[in-house]
């Protein structure tokens, strides 16, 4: 563990080194005036774990009008995005992100969360304040460069074991924050710990107290937890706690009982399995919103499951459910429109290739499928795929084998004509001149018409397409 210990420590050295140019100066500018300057928190612990980022958090026994004069004419940027009233001074230099905080004991008034800032003395008071004691170790940035590890809280101990736990008793840290039970379910998904009993046994006991917290704080904190490395962990102990019961109720609802005369698939593994296999398609950055609609894919199911006679259980319409309450709690957590609707959309057409069967699609049906699913094709495909998860091999290969003849019919079809863009033969005007209308709703129905036929038939001469609004005009008359 030493040994460990020791490596970790000179590799965190080695990258807050790459950092002189920006951490030397600073702290020769804050020393000059006799203040202290420390970098703590989540640039520690990333520094510690090789994983720092451009953000860089420090605290400090200088006063927020105080920081602000010391950085101004240093910093390459200086600005309040509103956490002056806090203590907190933002900067920018050299490319890296600067909050510089005063030392705080706060006092919280635990109904609103709201704290009643009040500045410290001493940094040991700071970090005891803080979320989980991974997050309060300190460095401290010498006027000669020099780097100085301060861990009052034995917070290296508890990431060498890989456990989250408060620095006071968790009870205490949680009704100070409540926000802090979700975060602590985050950290196991961004960085594979495992929260300690003491800290798992007290959100058990306090789950309700989330609701303390605004949606746009607890939905930021769940794309945190899904967009991390094992969101599969950290989604299992919101569960297991009660906090999903609280913030995503439709999540651990999917665990439907199994009894020995109704078999079917346990859903609420299905689904993470389901979003393992989407993750493992990602490229590049995590793709919340195919994330999202892995995990959330077969939400419907509970409020659709029905015995059928001889054993069987059925889900008809599950995913017509399922975007429904998509949009409910998505718009409940306060998430923008169109990320919404891209969710609730992957969730509404997960099972459309399922009528693909051995490939009687005609090329209108795969037209329709490109079409519906427009930009959001790339992930529907990732999706589709991710939703096998039997265990029967010759099973799991046809489906494959299916989905591939699909995405190349549709690589066939791209090819003769522009399946991204599908569009009527003739356009608003050539509508009204053909058939002498104003612009209204009439217009309308005649395009909506046309591009029906196009994707019935496929795109037509300028001749047919005028012959065949022709006749539909005059069937409407």
């Known amino acids: 563990m030493l040994d460990r210990r020791t490596r970790l420590l000179a590799a965190a050295a080695v990258t807050l080194g790459r950092l002189s ?8 500018i804050f020393a000059a005036r006799g203040f202290h300057l420390y970098l703590v928190g989540g640039s520690v612990r990333d520094a510690v774990l090789g994983r720092l980022g451009t953000d860089l958090d420090f605290t400090t026994d200088a006063r927020p009008e105080q920081v602000q004069q010391l950085l101004d004419g240093w910093a390459d940027q200086l600005w309040d995005t ?40 001493s940094l040991e008071d700071d970090l005891v304040r803080r979320d989980f004691t991974v997050n309060a170790m300190a460095v401290k940035i010498a006027a000669d460069g020099a780097l100085e590890f301060v861990d009052p809280l034995n917070g290296m101990e508890a990431l060498l074991a890989g456990v989250l736990d408060t620095p006071a008793a968790p009870e205490d840290s949680f009704n100070d924050d409540p926000l802090r039970m979700l975060r602590a379910a985050r950290f196991v998904s961004q960085l594979g710990f495992t929260a300690h009993p003491r800290v798992r046994d007290a959100i058990s006991e306090m789950s309700a107290e989330i609701e303390r917290i605004t949606p746009e704080r607890v939905r930021t904190e769940l794309d945190k937890l899904i967009g991390g490395a094992y969101p599969i962990d950290g989604i299992n102990m919101m569960c297991e706690t009660g906090l999903a019961q609280r913030v995503l109720p439709e999540v651990p609802e999917m665990k439907l009982e199994i009894d020995e005369h109704h078999q079917h698939k346990d859903v609420y593994w299905h689904s993470l399995t389901v979003l393992e296999q989407a993750i493992d398609q990602e490229e590049g950055d995590p793709d919340l919103v195919l994330r999202w609609a892995a995990l959330l894919h077969d939400i419907g199911k509970p409020d659709t499951k029905r015995n059928e006679p001889g054993g069987g ?56 499928y490109v079409t519906d699913g427009g930009d959001l094709l790339p992930r529907l495909h990732k999706l589709v ?21 699909l995405e190349a019919r549709i690589a066939a079809l791209q090819e003769r004509e522009d399946l991204a863009r599908v569009r009527p033969d003739l356009d608003g005007n050539a509508i009204m001149e053909l058939l002498g209308l104003p612009p209204g709703p009439e217009v309308g129905r005649a395009w909506r018409h046309l591009k029906e036929l196009r994707l ?12 065949a609004l022709r006749q539909w005009w005059q069937s409407q008359q």
């Not at 140019?21 to 020769?28: A, I, K, S, Y």
């Open 313 to 368: 259980v059925s889900f008809h319409h599950h995913e017509v459910v399922g975007a429904k309450m998509v949009r409910k709690r998505m718009r409940a957590l306060k998430y923008p429109k169109q990320f919404t609707e891209d969710v609730a959309r992957l969730v509404f057409l997960h099972l459309r290739f399922h009528g693909y069967g051995k490939g009687q699609w005609t090329d209108s049906a795969v037209r329709r």
């Open 82 to 121: 509103g956490g002056l009233a806090f203590g907190t001074v933002s900067a920018a230099k050299s490319g890296q992100q600067l909050e510089i905080t005063t030392f705080r004991s706060d006092a919280y008034d635990r109904v609103s969360r709201n704290p009643q800032v009040s500045f410290g003395d």
């Open 385 to 405: 795929r991710a939703d096998c998860t039997t265990r029967n091999k010759r099973r799991a290969a046809a489906l494959r084998a299916t989905y591939d003849d």
């Open 21 to 28: 140019e920006v951490l030397t100066p600073l702290g020769e």
């Open 456 to 467: 019935d038939r496929g795109p037509l001469t300028h001749d047919e397409a005028e012959e």
